[in-house]
C-alpha cells in the first residue's frame, strides 16, 4: 500500500497528533498561500501558558510575519477543528481567503455552530468555508484526547 500524496489538511491532522502527544487538545493549523506552506502550528496553550496560543492564531502570526504585511489575503487555511469565535475573528481581520475544517466543534464552534460569525452583518470579512475535509480522523483523536483527560 503507497502513502497517499501529502495534503495540507494531512499536514494539519499531523500537527494535531503532535499537539495530543504533548498533552495539547489536538487541533492543528496549517496556512497556503497558493503551493507553498506560509505556516504550520499546533496548539500550544498549555506550553506557553496563554489561552489564545490556538493554533490558528499562532499559524497566522506566523505566516503574517512571513509574509510581512497585516493581511492574508489570497491565502488559505487548513484546521482540524472549527474555528472558536476568537480565533473566527482573528481569520476576519486577516482577511484570509479561505477556510478549510476538518470536525466541527457544536460547543464552541463560531462559523458552522454558535454564532456563526461570518454570517453576522457586521463581520467586515467573510471567507469561503468548506467543512468535513478529514472529519472523521479528526473527530476520533479529539474523542480519544479528551476520554483520555476524564479518566486520568
Known amino acids: 500500500m503507497t502513502q497517499p500524496p501529502s495534503t495540507p489538511m494531512n499536514h494539519a491532522l499531523a500537527l494535531a ?6 498533552g495539547e487538545a489536538p487541533v492543528g493549523a496549517v496556512i497556503m498561500e497558493g503551493n507553498i506552506v506560509l505556516a504550520a ?6 506550553a506557553l501558558n496563554d489561552p ?5 492564531l ?13 493581511r492574508l489575503d489570497g491565502c ?3 484546521v482540524t477543528l472549527e474555528p472558536c469565535a476568537m480565533c473566527a475573528g482573528a481569520i476576519a481581520h486577516t482577511r484570509l481567503r479561505r477556510v478549510y475544517f476538518a470536525a466541527e466543534d457544536p460547543k464552541a ?3 458552522e455552530n454558535g454564532i456563526r460569525l461570518f454570517d453576522q452583518p457586521t463581520c467586515h470579512h467573510q471567507p469561503e468555508v ?3 475535509i478529514g472529519a472523521e480522523r479528526a473527530e476520533t483523536m479529539l474523542k480519544d484526547f479528551f476520554r483520555a483527560l476524564r479518566h486520568d
Open 130 to 132: 468548506i467543512g468535513g
Open 52 to 56: 489564545t496560543a490556538h493554533a490558528e
Open 109 to 111: 464552534g463560531a462559523v
Open 17 to 22: 497528533e503532535e499537539a495530543a502527544a504533548n
Open 41 to 46: 502550528e499546533r496548539n500550544r496553550m498549555k
Open 76 to 78: 488559505d487555511l487548513y
Open 58 to 70: 499562532l499559524a497566522m502570526r506566523a505566516a503574517l510575519a512571513r509574509r510581512g504585511t497585516g
